[in-house]
């Protein structure tokens, strides 16, 4: 079936030093979409990016989308405590036995910063 | 922003009890989505819906159902509760199933 890998599934790090997470889907994705889960609460949508190569920063965050359009990174410059949670890509995929998309999401990557 | 409101943050329940947990949303999104959510298993999905009374089975539908008799009314039934369905319930909306989704804050259910 279809999968999203994410790695790694762990990472700690001191504030102030940078942060990469890695998604790989099994199949090419028309998009990819990231979303960040602060500790007790829930993921809320950061950005979706569409086309090969595709790469969009939103302040110290950078979201890539690979050129054969089945990997995609995430990388923090310069973490800081309020980064803290578990970022999680999601790649659509069509459902078995329809003709409907479903989000499948990997397992995530909890990011811990410590001050 | 889609508001995604979900009925109860907590519940315990009784093994054996039928449980319903509600979800809403505010942004007539003709798509909903019911995931549950477990530590080393990440988020996966049990039901989705793409219309009223329309609905499709997800990863793991076993031992729920769901109801979307109104479109801004999404839910998720537990037929006969098992400890097992103990977990994080997460109701989501999205304009069009490949776009991004507006998540509920989360039903904790404990099954004992």
């Known amino acids: 079936g279809q999968q999203v890998m994410q790695i790694p599934q762990y990472q700690h790090v001191q504030e102030g030093e940078d942060f990469t997470t890695y998604c790989n889907s099994s199949?090419?994705?028309?998009?990819i979409q990231w979303y960040k889960q602060r500790p007790g609460g829930h993921p809320v949508f950061l950005i979706q990016l569409v086309k090969s190569g595709e790469v969009k920063k939103q302040k110290r965050l950078t979201f890539q989308f690979g050129e054969a359009k089945k990997n995609s990174s995430l990388h923090i410059t310069a973490t800081q405590t309020t980064d803290v949670g578990t970022y999680f890509c999601a790649g659509p995929y069509e459902n078995s036995g329809g003709s409907n998309y479903k989000l499948t999401f990997g397992k995530g990557t909890l990011l811990t910063v410590n001050p | 922003d889609v508001k995604v409101t979900q009925s109860s943050r907590y519940l315990v329940k009784r093994t054996g009890e039928k449980v319903f947990l509600e979800c809403v949303q505010d942004m007539d999104h003709e798509n909903m989505f019911w995931y549950r959510q477990d530590p080393g298993l990440g988020l996966r999905l049990i039901y989705f819906?793409?219309?009223?009374?329309?609905?499709e089975k997800g990863d793991i539908p076993e031992g729920y159902s769901v109801s979307r008799e109104k479109k801004e009314r999404f839910s998720l039934i537990l037929e006969s509760a098992s400890t097992n369905q103990t977990s994080m319930y997460l109701c989501?909306?999205?304009?069009?199933?490949?776009?991004?989704?507006?998540f509920g804050s989360g039903t904790r259910l404990t099954v004992v």
């Open positions: 199949t090419t994705l028309s998009n």
């Open positions: 819906s793409y219309d009223v009374k329309m609905k």
């Open positions: 989501a909306s999205s304009q069009k199933p490949g776009l991004g989704y507006g």
